[in-house]
């Protein structure tokens, strides 16, 4: 059986079709990180988790945003390191600008009260730089 040009096209657009839309639903790594970060810049400055460093402008944000950011970096692979900190032991995965931090176990080894929240740091300028010229 032989398949005509028309017929063979039949066969691929439908197929070529179906891979961009897969490709646009889950882009790879990082493409999807700014509006992961947008989302939580929103929620930090909602919840008016935002404070300044010497270095850098502070958001935090914890719930939906922080879930979902999370869950992509750890869909991509991302690695995760613990930290022992007096609130208990945490899985923190970093990124570009910023972290995400999960307790996984409580300090005295109790029942774990679960914690999640994402940093994103915005540098802040310094010098004669930091001025806005008219």
Not at 34 to 45: K, R, S
Not at 54 to 78: M, N, P, Q, T, V
Request: net charge neutral.
């Amino acid at each position: 059986m032989t398949v005509g040009r028309s017929g063979m096209c039949r066969f691929i657009m439908p197929i070529f079709s179906l891979a961009l839309l897969a490709a646009a639903v889950d882009k790879p790594f990082p493409e999807q990180m700014p509006g992961f970060m947008e989302a939580c810049l929103g929620e930090a400055i909602a919840a008016g988790y935002v404070s300044d460093t010497e270095e850098s402008h502070k958001y935090i944000c914890a719930g939906e945003a922080a879930d979902k950011l999370w869950l992509f970096l750890e869909r991509h692979k991302i690695e995760s390191y613990e930290q022992d900190t007096p609130e208990g032991k945490w899985l923190s995965r970093e990124f570009p600008l910023g972290g995400c931090f999960k307790r996984v176990r409580m300090p005295d080894g109790g029942s774990l009260v679960e914690g999640l929240s994402c940093t994103i740091w915005v540098p802040r300028l310094k010098g004669k730089s930091a001025v806005p010229k008219p």
